[in-house]
């Protein structure tokens, strides 16, 4: 019967195995997937920018609006004050209309520079926008291309994948929460994902640092969980050279 540590060992490096074919599946998608992330949230940020445009063009026409029935109002003021100037009956009554007047037709010239000003902004914005049109609609181009590749790569693994997240919840399951946040730690920093690693031809599988003849030994005793002295990785167990060289060798044909 098995030790606990060897049962320990055998789970650890059972999630290694699932954990390594899960990699290699998400190996193959590469950097799509953080590109089609990329370009998701630079749509979303130019989609942003062009509601904003939007928002700014509704309110220079508003601000339009409101000179232009400025203007309106200042225009009936005038036509009132010159009617009154017909009346007037003396000459202090005159100028204080006629200052009115005057004071109207700025009133009038200031709208009309505003709304002038306002159409300028309104037309750079256009101009703004048909821009960022055009560059969402390469970005969505894009977008809708990576997705159809990254799509049909998935499509192509998704039965594996989905068999071996769920032998990976069952194999998690099996190993103590210490070992597991070990496991998860020493992962996390490993280049290439793995954490429990087997002894191959006197070297840490991990690094290919030499491990000493008597620390093998200790190793497949399988008393205690042992790690690399220079990567930290789980060692769980030693694979002889036997082992490696099983397959047949072909027999070199005579010239």
Known sequence: MESPVAQKLEAILTLQNIDSRLDAIFKVRGALPEEVQDLEDEIVGYETRLNKFNTDITSLEEEIKKHKEAIKESEKLIKKYQDQQMNVRNNREYDAITKELELQDLEIQVSKKKIAE??????????????????????????????????????????????????????????????????????????????????KRGACGGCFNVVPPQRQAEIRERKKIIVCEHCGRILAGVEDESEEESAPKRKRSRA
Do not use: F
């Open 118 to 199: 306002a159409q300028v902004r309104i037309e750079e914005k256009g101009k703004d926008i048909d821009e960022l049109k055009d560059v969402l609609k390469d970005r969505q181009k894009d977008l809708d291309q990576k997705k159809e590749e990254l799509g049909t790569i998935v499509s192509e693994s998704e039965a594996e994948e989905s068999k071996l997240q769920s032998d990976r919840e069952k194999a998690t399951k099996k190993v103590e929460d210490r070992l597991l946040k070990s496991y998860n730690k020493i992962r996390q920093n490993a280049k290439n994902g793995l954490a429990v690693v087997l002894v």
